[in-house]
């Protein structure tokens, strides 16, 4: 990735493949490249050599209005902070990239999914209006709205208590079984990493079974 100071080598020798329905847990120390991994994956970052290929699309074949339309689409994405937007309400929040997928019915199936995440009768709240666990079961309506292919979560419980973490967490897989979706999970917490079908580690940029 490029620097003020040329370029800088964050991910090495990368070599890893996720078939479609599984779930992998990525763990390893902070620094290690774990969501600098995400961000390629989800077209947010370019590599600067190899292959990125994401539900059988090779992103470097894609300009940046082709990748947005991919995570439109193909891709959901959780963080660890919410990234709600405060002046919108739980329901505008999930809409709107629906809305910007084109879908006709996209309040409709936002409503539904904020019902699927147990938050029916918060829709028209504003995100400073809800806890924590509250706004990231927003967040996790929203990047399960468009029933996404690949869903890429980067410590989605870092900001949560452990209770409320573990309910998030259980909603997560849960609506991941429920669409097949496959699954890319950081996470520092070796028992969440556990719930995976697979776990691999990152250090250094590198990634070891």
């Known amino acids: 990735m490029p620097s003020s100071s040329g370029a800088v080598n964050i991910l090495r020798g990368v070599d890893l493949q996720i078939g479609a329905g599984e ?82 019915d996209a309040e409709d199936r936002a409503a539904e999914s904020l019902r699927a995440v147990g938050l029916g009768h918060r829709m028209t709240h504003l995100p400073g209006a809800l806890s924590g666990g509250e706004q990231q079961r927003v967040a996790l309506a929203r990047a399960f709205a468009a029933r996404p292919r690949l869903l890429l979560a980067d410590e989605p419980t870092g900001n949560l208590d452990r209770a409320t973490g573990e309910t998030v967490m259980d909603l997560l897989f849960s609506l991941r079984a429920s669409f097949g979706t496959t699954l890319m999970l950081i996470t520092h917490d070796p028992a969440l990493a556990a719930r995976c079908d697979r776990i691999v580690s990152m250090a250094d940029g590198k990634l070891s079974p």
């Open 23 to 104: 779930a992998v847990g990525v763990v390893g120390p902070s620094g290690s490249g774990k969501t600098s991994l995400l961000m390629v994956l989800a077209g947010l970052e370019r590599a600067s050599s190899g292959r990125v290929e994401v539900c059988g699309v090779d992103l470097a074949t894609l300009g940046e209005d082709g990748l947005a339309a991919l995570r439109r689409r193909d891709i959901g994405i959780v963080f660890q902070s919410f990234h709600l937007i405060g002046s919108m309400t739980a329901l505008e929040n999930v809409a709107i990239p629906l809305e910007l997928a084109g879908a006709s």
